[in-house]
């Protein structure tokens, strides 16, 4: 059972070991640090979820899920309690309109072995203080410098002086600039050749013999959705999880192209949000379902030609 707080300290608390004691599965609060700012200044916005032991949580996309907030930046943190496990998400957010906004509520997915369920935060309203309040002090009837006497022209020389070089330095650019045509940029290399250039490139960076298996699976992602962006000619590299899966259901993949490639998405949104540690042999299939996906999907005409064969008679 899923519950919503946003109460003071003491008071989360309390309802945390009530919820936990009468067997609810899950709760979810949220804090922020002030709710009047000023534009550009950072607050932070905090959500925690108590969750049952070995419990896994799917943040939202931070770069969609704020509205008019931009997110500066996120993190995460785990720490173990007596009977549960406590989940921390830390975002340092901003806005840059100068009018009141809300942090909107935001679903965490939960993943507790074959149990699902989704916890929201509640809406946050936040207000936005101007730069100008119509009680500061207006600077009235103030005259500028008094000058006696004749003005001398020299400024004024000075000035058309100025005028004159900038006018001959910009007729001189333009004309150089037609002078010298930029050339077209080199056609890009076709959506197979760059999608295989681009995994021998993160397999020479060692990410796996480094222990760093959240960056393996981050970079093998993006080559992986720009690669369906090219081939199929959709804007996955902008699609959420749940997006690709909705693609999936009117692409022109075969079954078997399509259960790799929901596989692959939803077991690493765990690793990439979640900070999630796979055992080995999933680690290992994330490489090898991306490029089986990839070398599946190669048009006709990436594939190199076949050897001509033999007829009758030894003529080829």
């Known amino acids: 059972m899923t519950r919503l707080l ?63 907030l931009a997110v500066k930046s996120w993190d995460n943190r785990k720490s173990a309690l007596a009977q549960a496990d406590s989940v921390s998400f830390d975002y340092v ?15 965490y997915f939960l993943e507790n072995g074959v149990a699902h369920d989704t916890l929201r935060t509640e809406s946050v309203p936040l207000t936005v203080i101007p730069l100008c309040r119509s009680d500061s ?30 006018a001959a330095a910009l007729a001189a650019w333009h004309f150089i600039r037609k002078l010298k045509k930029p050339l077209p940029p080199p056609p890009p290399k076709p959506p197979y050749e760059e999608a295989m250039e681009a995994l021998s490139a993160l397999d020479a960076k060692q990410y796996l013999q480094k222990d760093m298996v959240r960056e393996y699976v981050f970079e093998l992602s993006e080559i992986l959705k720009r690669y369906t962006e090219r081939r199929f000619g959709v804007n996955a590299a902008e699609f959420t999880t749940e997006e690709m899966l909705a693609w999936l259901g009117i ?4 079954k078997e192209q399509k259960n790799s490639l929901e596989w ?29 996906i990839i070398e599946a999907t190669k048009p006709q005409s990436d594939a190199p030609a076949a050897a001509p064969q033999k007829q009758p008679g030894g003529q080829a």
């Open 137 to 166: 002090a207006d600077i009235m009837d103030l005259k500028p410098q008094q000058v006696t006497g004749k003005r001398p022209l020299l400024w004024l020389w000075l000035l058309l002086g100025v005028w004159a070089a900038a």
């Open 264 to 292: 692959f998405f939803r077991a690493a949104d765990p690793v990439k949000f979640a900070k999630f540690m796979p055992d080995r042999d999933t680690i290992g299939r994330f490489g090898a379902e991306a490029r089986g």
């Open 6 to 68: 946003s109460h003071t300290i003491p008071g989360i608390l309390f309802l945390l070991f009530v919820s936990f004691q009468t067997g609810r599965s899950a709760v979810i609060y949220s804090t922020v640090s002030q709710r009047e700012f000023s534009v550009g200044d950072r607050i932070l916005f905090t959500v925690t979820a108590v969750v049952p032991k070995g419990a896994t949580i799917v943040p939202p996309d931070p770069a969609n899920s704020f509205g008019p």
């Open 251 to 254: 692409s022109p993949l075969d």
């Open 93 to 107: 957010l901003t806005t840059y309109k100068a009018e009141n906004c809300t942090i909107p509520p935001l679903p």
